[in-house]
């Protein structure tokens, strides 16, 4: 099994920026991908950006060129740094390790709220 913990949501302004941390513990395999989904009430989970064992990033189009995600694979943790944030950036963002057999864990998520 694999357990996250997540680490570095809050409250900050429109403009302002916010780094999350995922550290991943367990039966990690070598190769996986790592990434941060966020979800708001009502609506369902998106991809913010994930990034694979390769050090491969990926971005939702809304995020693109304002949130970097990155990895330390020697200690099994995703960094998202968030900047330029936007009011509409504002959700509960989960943390997700999929194992090459396509096995999903979820963290329990972070809170992130941008005010205007």
């Known amino acids: 099994q694999v357990q996250l913990v997540e680490s570095g949501g809050g409250l900050v302004q429109a403009g302002g920026s916010l780094r999350l941390s995922c550290a991943a513990s367990?039966?990690?395999?070598?190769?996986?991908?790592m990434g941060w989904y966020r979800q708001t009430p009502g609506k369902q989970r998106e991809l913010v950006a994930n990034?694979?064992?390769?050090?491969?990033?990926k971005y939702a189009d809304v995020v693109r060129g304002r949130f970097t995600i990155s990895r330390d694979s020697a200690k099994n943790t995703v960094f998202l740094q968030m900047n330029s944030l936007k009011p509409e950036d504002t959700a509960r963002y989960y943390c997700?390790?999929?194992?090459?057999?396509?096995?999903?864990?979820w963290g329990q998520g972070t809170q992130v709220t941008v005010s205007s």
């Open positions: 367990g039966r990690i395999s070598e190769v996986n991908v």
């Open positions: 997700k390790f999929m194992s090459l057999s396509g096995v999903e864990t």
């Open positions: 990034i694979n064992s390769g050090g491969w990033p």
